[in-house]
């Protein structure tokens, strides 16, 4: 791989280290990590708890700095970078789903996808045209008036990642995003992650353990200990 390459990722990682004092000691928890996550793919992060998934997804979104190594986000040095700075790019060019889905309960499906909107600065204008093409994305515009209260797990994971992309950002993050969903609640997160990556052109990138859902990605790392494994 050319050095011309490396540059045209969306996101580069190389050398990446995280150790964290414990007891007064340290302790490492990703130890040497190069990957790279490019525009338009679906990317996993696969391995059991523990291997260090969700600390190399807060690195990749800025979220906590390696301590050696280099996070890049579209040739910008995340490792580098204030608290300040990081902040806004998260709030304009990165989207974040958990396993708890975020959702304010006393708002509605709209609501909760335009709140993302306005915490972004997207003019008013904008916020109902786009609103309605991120639920209609996920699949959700007949239930854009009910709360979380009133939707089942699948359709709040839905309402999730139609807020992620609101914004139109050109990362989504996603930490075990089918978690606390049945195999055919997440086999439809799934799709809607496909459908998200054709229209947008949006990067994904989410960790998980399960092994069903290996197959619906682009790329898959491995980790193991805190490293990527071989192969």
């Given at each position: 791989?050319?050095?011309?390459d490396?540059?045209?990722a969306?996101?580069d990682?190389?050398?990446v280290?995280?150790?964290?004092?414990?007891?007064g000691?340290?302790v490492?928890v990703?130890?040497g990590i190069?990957l790279r996550i490019e525009?338009?793919?679906?990317t996993?992060?696969?391995?059991r708890s523990?291997?260090?998934?969700?600390?190399?997804?807060?690195?990749?979104g800025?979220?906590?700095?390696?301590?050696?190594?280099?996070?890049?986000f579209?040739?910008r040095?995340?490792?580098?970078?204030?608290?300040?700075?990081?902040?806004?790019v998260?709030?304009r060019?990165?989207?974040?789903?958990?396993q708890s889905f975020?959702?304010?309960?006393?708002?509605t499906?709209w609501?909760?996808?335009?709140?993302?909107?306005?915490?972004?600065?997207?003019?008013?204008a904008e916020?109902?045209?786009?609103?309605?093409?991120?639920?209609?994305l996920?699949?959700?515009?007949?239930?854009?008036l009910?709360r979380?209260?009133?939707l089942?797990?699948?359709?709040q994971?839905?309402?999730?990642?139609a807020k992620?992309?609101?914004h139109?950002p050109?990362?989504?993050?996603?930490?075990e995003?089918?978690?606390?969903?049945?195999?055919?609640?997440?086999?439809r997160v799934?799709?809607?992650?496909?459908?998200?990556i054709?229209?947008?052109?949006?990067?994904?990138?989410?960790?998980?353990h399960?092994?069903?859902?290996w197959?619906?990605?682009?790329?898959?790392?491995e980790?193991?200990?805190?490293?990527?494994?071989a192969g």
């Open positions: 791989m050319t050095e011309t490396r540059e045209e969306l996101l990682v190389r050398g280290r995280k150790s964290f004092p414990s007891g000691r340290a490492t990703l130890d190069d525009a338009g793919r679906l996993m992060l696969k391995g523990g291997s260090g998934k969700t600390t190399l997804l807060n690195l990749l800025g979220l906590d700095r390696p301590s050696e190594g280099e996070v890049r579209r040739g040095p995340f490792h580098r970078w204030t608290d300040k700075q990081l902040t806004r998260r709030r060019e990165i989207g974040f789903i958990f975020a959702l304010l309960p006393l708002l499906a609501e909760n996808v335009e709140l993302s909107l306005r915490m972004a600065g997207i003019p008013r916020w109902s045209g786009r609103v309605a093409r991120c639920l209609e996920v699949g959700l515009t007949k239930r854009a009910h979380p209260s009133e089942s797990g699948g359709e994971q839905r309402v999730a990642i992620a992309i609101a139109r050109h990362l989504l993050l996603a930490d995003p089918t978690a606390e969903l049945d195999t055919l609640m997440a086999a799934m799709d809607v992650f496909r459908t998200i054709e229209a947008e052109g949006i990067a994904v990138c989410m960790t998980t399960d092994s069903e859902l197959e619906a990605a682009d790329v898959v790392y980790m193991v200990d805190g490293r990527i494994a």
